[in-house]
C-alpha cells in the first residue's frame, strides 16, 4: 500500500484524471503512480466515480482488499467482456470436483488395500503359516526362483496333464 500523496509525483488517478493529488485523495494509498495500468483497468469498467464511491462507503481496513478485488475483476473483464473472472471460477470450481474425485478414488483404493492386506494375514497357506510370510519371504530373497530349492508356489499336481486348469482328480486340488 503505496501513499503518494505526501510525495511530489500524483497517484495514478489523479495522474489519469488530470486532477491534483491532495492529501486527502482517496485513491492515492491503493493506486501508486508506479502502477497506472491498475487505475486505468478499474476506471475503464467501473469507473472513477464508481470506485471513489465505493472507498468511501467501505471501513478503511477493507478497502485494500476491496482495491485488489476491482482490479482483479478489471483485468478480467478487460481480457474476456463475457464472463470476465467467472469463466476462471468455473474452471477452477471443475478442478476441484475432479480432485474430489480422483481423491475419492483413491482413498478407495487404499480401503481395498488396506482391507486385503489385513484378510491376507488371516488366511492360512497350505503349510500353516500366512500368505504374508510367504511374501515376505519371497521379497527377502529375490523373488521365488532365488528362494532356494523349495517349493512354496502351486505344487505341479494342482495342474491336469495339459498344465492349463485344476486337476479333477481330487489330488492336490484346492
Known amino acids: 500500500m503505496a501513499s503518494s500523496s505526501y510525495s ?10 488530470r486532477r491534483k493529488c491532495l492529501p486527502e485523495c482517496v485513491f ?3 493506486f501508486p503512480p508506479e502502477e497506472p495500468h ?3 483497468n478499474v476506471h475503464r469498467v467501473f469507473g472513477a466515480s464508481n470506485v471513489s464511491k465505493i472507498l468511501n462507503e467501505i471501513l478503511p481496513h477493507q478497502r485494500e482488499d476491496a482495491v485488489n478485488s476491482l482490479a482483479y475483476e478489471a483485468e478480467a473483464r478487460l481480457k474476456d467482456p463475457v464472463y470476465g473472472s467467472v469463466r476462471v471460477i468455473s474452471v477452477l470450481q471443475r478442478q476441484i470436483l475432479m480432485l474430489q474425485k480422483e ?3 483413491t482413498n478407495a483404493d487404499l480401503m481395498r488395500y488396506t482391507s486385503n492386506e489385513h484378510s491376507a ?23 521365488w526362483a532365488n528362494f532356494g530349492n523349495q517349493n512354496i508356489g502351486m ?5 491336469n496333464d495339459e498344465g492349463d486348469g485344476p486337476c479333477e482328480s481330487g489330488n492336490g486340488s484346492m
Open 121 to 143: 494375514h488371516a488366511i492360512p497357506s497350505m503349510d500353516g503359516s500366512s500368505i504374508i510370510d510367504h511374501h515376505q519371504q519371497y521379497y527377502q530373497h529375490g523373488g
Open 8 to 17: 511530489n509525483s500524483p497517484c495514478a488517478a489523479c495522474k489519469f484524471l
Open 38 to 40: 491498475k487505475f486505468i
Open 103 to 105: 481423491l475419492e478414488a
Open 28 to 30: 492515492a494509498p491503493y
Open 155 to 159: 505344487s505341479s499336481d494342482y495342474y
